[in-house]
């Protein structure tokens, strides 16, 4: 069966500090990859999505980063943090395209930024 | 563009009564409809899926959705609630395209009194 896995679990952080949340998915060969963010209060939005590895897409512009180093693992990270950023993080992945594509989702990195 | 209204940001229910949960989207093509669910400190769970056919479609743990394409709404139910269901729940559109860019609900928060 297929898990995924998100690290950490959460994270206190200060104000222009770096960042780096990761995401490893195992079962599942050459999956489809996303970054969603939950602002406090607010509504998730897809933030990064990976086809492949070595090629990521940005959505939305949150100076933000993201890499796929691996076929299973998506690395989400900034060289300096705002408080912005603080939110839920959550990491999916899917296979194929579409109206039909289904996303399956990890437990989230809850982020504050102090 | 495509979004996804859940009017209720907060329902509460005693257990063992019926529940709706209420979703309206607006989409111009035939949209691909989710309801998710977060358990406190987890991810988000898929709870239904819906894209064609029987506009009812039934979900885990006794959730069942129905579509409505004149309402333009996609609500949630289950018959008799169980005080482990209180959780937030979101109704999600899938606009299709290489990136699955979903649209998320606000979510409602369900709270079931025991």
């Known amino acids: 069966a297929q898990t995924i896995h998100q690290w950490p679990v959460a994270e206190i952080k200060a104000v222009g500090s770096p960042l780096s949340l990761g995401c490893t998915i195992k079962?599942?060969?050459?999956?489809?990859l996303y970054w969603y963010w939950q602002a406090t209060g607010g509504t998730l939005q897809q933030l990064f999505y990976?086809?492949?590895?070595?090629?990521v897409e940005s959505v939305v512009q949150l100076n933000l980063s993201a890499s796929r180093p691996k076929d299973d693992q998506f690395i989400l990270s900034t060289e300096k943090l705002l408080l912005s950023h603080s939110g839920f993080y959550l990491c999916?992945?899917?296979?194929?395209?579409?109206?039909?594509?289904?996303?399956?989702f990890g437990a989230g990195t809850r982020l504050s930024v102090l | 563009a495509q979004s996804v209204t859940q009017p209720d940001a907060r329902v509460t229910v005693s257990e063992g009564a019926s529940l709706q949960l209420r979703c309206k989207y607006s989409?111009?093509?035939?949209?691909?409809l989710f309801w998710y669910v977060q358990y406190p400190r987890q991810g988000l769970q898929l709870l239904l899926k819906?894209?064609?056919?029987?506009?009812v479609v039934q979900g885990v743990n006794g959730f069942e959705a129905e579509f409505s394409k004149s309402n333009s709404s996609f609500h949630l139910r289950k018959a008799s609630v169980h005080w482990s269901d209180s959780a937030v729940y979101f109704c999600?559109?899938?606009?299709?395209?290489?990136?699955?860019?979903?649209?998320f609900g606000k979510g409602t928060k369900l709270s079931v009194k025991s």
């Open positions: 819906y894209y064609s056919g029987d506009p």
């Open positions: 989409y111009s093509g035939t949209p691909y």
């Open positions: 079962g599942k060969s050459s999956p489809n």
């Open positions: 999916a992945w899917s296979l194929g395209w579409g109206v039909q594509n289904t996303l399956y």
């Open positions: 990976s086809i492949t590895v070595g090629q």
């Open positions: 999600v559109v899938n606009s299709g395209g290489s990136n699955a860019k979903l649209t």
